[in-house]
């Protein structure tokens, strides 16, 4: 059975005088779904949004709202059910409990289910007790999860929110982010994120779309765009260990690339040619002595670099080429490491992805 998307978007354009913001997008979003567009600033993502929250008019191609083209006459449909919240929300100098009733005082829910809502939305953000403050009297932090809340508490089936948690300290971030995925679970809300930050789509959504200079360049699930992420995605997420080099096939599946200085990474994927190839500093394997292990990986090399990032230490290992490396702060005491320290790498061949 096909489900009808609550969103659809066909070959949508537009162009601002003789910008091109976007073009050439083709996207489908399921009821329920969370989704988030990554692009650098200038890429298209808050076009995108605004049009699918009935905000802004596309130049030419389609928007389908719950099967529906939505045109001129019908485009009230996609705003009563959707919610946007935008990158600079300005909160009314008053109380926030007024600031989250207002949206529904016009919608006319009554007294008893809008003070429920507030408390509601409000825990839901972690800012219960809130209530009769000042709004403007808040940090940024707060305002902007008081912002969230004002949107949730419309339970619109649809949420877009852009760049939420652009230049917040992490705290606020996660708050934000934990907020995200509790509303998805327990409301089924589809959500749309459009962030920046690649790695935001990791922690917040199961699919992700990447959008450079207007086009949609990428789109699938988040597994799949971060386990095989294409060099376009490699080059604008600034993944780490990536190398380019020829490849040759070995038995059994695996091929054997030559990424130079004498290095030969063996990978799980039969590739042959030139390829690039990508190792998650996370799967590397570190030790001081020699590693008697199945992986088919292994390089000796020397500390050049050190950065601490508690709990997370961050080291750059040359072993002919340079490796990024990441453990934990604890391990890093526990091993005695120092700048020079003469270590191993080891990394199994089904951790280096062949893109
Ligand atoms: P993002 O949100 O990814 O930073 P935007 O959607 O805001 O990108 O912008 C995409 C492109 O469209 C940019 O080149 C931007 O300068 C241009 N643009 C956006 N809004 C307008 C507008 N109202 N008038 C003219 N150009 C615009
Ligand atoms: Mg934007």
């Known amino acids: 059975m096909t489900t009808v998307p609550i969103i659809e978007l066909r070959n949508l354009r537009k162009q601002y005088v003789s910008v091109h913001a976007v073009r050439g997008i083709d996207l489908q979003i399921r009821k329920g779904e969370t989704l988030t567009i990554m692009g650098p600033n200038g890429s298209g993502k808050t ?20 099967g ?7 485009r009230k449909q996609i705003r009563n059910q959707a919610t946007m919240v935008f990158q600079k929300t300005t909160l009314f100098n008053t109380t926030i409990h007024k600031n989250i009733a207002y949206g529904l005082k016009i ?9 429920q809502r507030v408390n509601s939305v ?44 652009a ?15 509790y509303i998805n679970r327990q409301n089924k809300t589809t959500i749309i994120v459009a962030t920046h930050n690649i790695f935001q789509a990791q922690t917040i959504t199961e699919r992700a779309a990447l959008l450079l200079q207007g086009r949609m360049v990428e789109t699938g699930t988040v597994e799949e765009i971060f386990r095989r992420p294409s060099l376009t995605l490699a080059s604008f ?9 020829n490849s040759r096939l ?17 990978t799980a994927t039969p590739k042959t040619g030139r390829v690039a190839t990508y190792v998650r500093p996370e799967d590397i394997i570190l030790s001081r002595r020699p590693i008697k292990s199945s992986a088919r990986n292994v390089f000796k090399g020397q500390i050049t670099e050190i950065t601490d990032q ?46």
């Open 122 to 165: 409000l825990n839901a953000v972690k800012l219960e007790g809130y209530a009769k403050r000042q709004a403007k009297k808040l940090s940024g932090g707060e305002q902007q999860r008081v912002a969230l809340a004002r949107a949730l508490a419309l339970n619109t089936p649809l949420l877009l929110l852009d760049e939420p948690t």
């Open 68 to 74: 529906t083209k939505i045109g001129d006459n019908n």
């Open 107 to 115: 919608r006319g829910f009554r007294k008893k289910e809008i003070h």
């Open 47 to 66: 076009t995108i949004l605004r049009i699918m929250a009935g905000l802004d008019t596309p130049t030419t191609g389609e928007i389908r709202f719950n």
């Open 250 to 266: 070995l038995s059994e599946g695996t091929s054997l690339v030559d990424i130079g200085n004498g290095i030969h990474i063996e």
């Open 310 to 355: 508690e709990p997370i230490v961050r080291l750059k290992i040359n072993v002919g080429k340079e490796f990024l490396v990441q453990i934990t702060k604890r391990s890093f005491k526990e091993m005695n490491l120092n700048l020079g320290t003469t270590v191993y790498l080891a990394f199994k061949a089904s951790s280096v992805h062949a893109i």
């Open 167 to 181: 230049n917040l300290d992490p705290e606020t971030v996660s708050i934000i982010e934990e907020t995200i995925r």
């Open 237 to 245: 997420a600034r993944l780490k260990n990536v190398f380019t080099g």
